[in-house]
């Protein structure tokens, strides 16, 4: 998600039950959304469907009763989208939140996240001072007014991850405890093109962080080197029965390889915050000859809620850039509990859309 001239305007929610996808709550690499091409979308109504639904990228969608949210981020504001349909997820866009003209947030929006926590909406989200390098990210929350998704927001201000660069921000319950997940760099520095590593800490409120950070990942498997940079970002919780996942991406989001990593917690006791608790594999979706740098996912299910889908973007071609799509598919589960993702379905082939969609 990071590199240096990227230019981003982002996408990417649920703390509340779904069925087979207790996780994650009701959030980075980013595009011009006008700037890609995505594929031609089935009538109204059709029962089935092609990828890319959408141009955009780091999708961020949540299913709420019969809804599916989006968020992205376009020209400093932050859009949320609202469909009856999976796979016509840019419907019905309203924006929500307009960056400060001053201040630490005030440019460079990226990868927000919509959550449903207590009642309320939170959108968790990165923004800087100024960039071009984008050295001063920052990850911010704003909380909704109401109970609706597309309402007004107030801003809650920056999350405190010890005053060092962070983004991709999200958050889940576990243990009954509240949790944020980051990507972030060890210490601030002069470039954009530092290590990108995972944090985690303890929050008393969605939009406070109580604790210290903890690394529980570094891009240290030959998976994960980039020829450029190397980074691991954009997690994501997934669960499944009593297992709890981090589902990121790593090598560099501008560059074909991106693609998925996991992170399993041990057991459903075992304490988070210990980066011991966490087992790395990977990779766990990567591109192939003709759908190219897969990675930042989120998770929901069908709208009768029997089918679990990722959705996820590619780059539009081989060529470095971060010019991307947002695709979609089905995915099931190993015999171990972990999810198997399969590979990216072809550009333009037919897919069924997500079941209980065709009425």
Known sequence: MTGSQKP???ARGQ???????????LVAACVNPSSATAGQ?????????????APGADPWIVRRGSWYYLVQSRDRAIWVYKSDKLTQPTSNGVSVWTAPDSGWNRTNVWAPELHYIDGRWYIYYAAGEAGPPF???RSGVLQSIGDDPQGEYRDKGMLDTGGIWAIDLTVTRLRGGLYAVWSGWEANAPTDRTPQQLYIARMSNPWTIQSSRVRISSPTESWEHG??????EGPEFLSHGDQTFIIYSTRESWLEAYRLGQLRLKSADADPMDSSSWLKTGPVFTGTATVYGVGHASFTTSPDGLEDWIVYHSKVDAQPGWNRVIRMQKFSWHPDGSPDF???VPTGQPMSVPSGQCR
């Open 8 to 10: 981003r305007a982002c």
């Open 15 to 25: 703390l509340q039950t779904l069925p087979r996808l207790v996780l994650p709550l």
């Open 41 to 53: 979308a089935p009538p109204a109504g059709a029962c089935s469907f092609v990828n890319p639904v």
């Open 135 to 137: 050295i001063h990210q």
């Open 227 to 232: 020829t450029e940079l190397d980074l691991n």
């Open 342 to 344: 399969g590979t990216p």
